[in-house]
Nanobody
Framework: QVQLVESGGGLVHAGGSLRLSCAASGSDFSINVMGWYRQAPGKQRELVALITGRGTTNYADSVKGRFTISRDGAWNTVYLQMNSLKAEDTAVYYC?????????WGQGTQVTVSS
């Protein structure tokens, strides 16, 4: 069982930066991939970025060049550095982990970008 706790959300002006953190506990070394998703009001949850055990990363086209996902070597914490934020980045951001084909979610953290 993997527990995920996000932090780092908040209110920022357009063009600003935030760094989200996701602290993982429980069976850390068996995690296959971790990622960040977001859900804006009235929209479906969408992938923002993910990182595999080998360090391979993947990003949504809308955040490429602005967001960076990283993790510490032991899967203890995954980060999402968000730069050049736009109003359309406003959403609840969720941390996600996959372990042996089972998906786990954090409780989410709100990111609000004022234009």
């Amino acid at each position: 069982q993997v527990q995920l706790v996000e932090s780092g959300g908040g209110l920022v002006h357009a063009g600003g930066s935030l760094r989200l953190s996701c602290a993982a506990s429980g069976s850390d070394f068996s995690i296959n991939v971790m990622g960040w998703y977001r859900q804006a009001p009235g929209k479906q949850r969408e992938l923002v970025a993910l990182i595999t055990g080998r360090g391979t990363t993947n990003y949504a086209d809308s955040v490429k060049g602005r967001f960076t996902i990283s993790r510490d070597g032991a899967w203890n914490t995954v980060y999402l550095q968000m730069n050049s934020l736009k109003a359309e980045d406003t959403a609840v951001y969720y941390c996600n982990a996959v372990q042996y084909g089972v998906t786990f979610w954090g409780q989410g953290t709100q990111v609000t970008v004022s234009s």
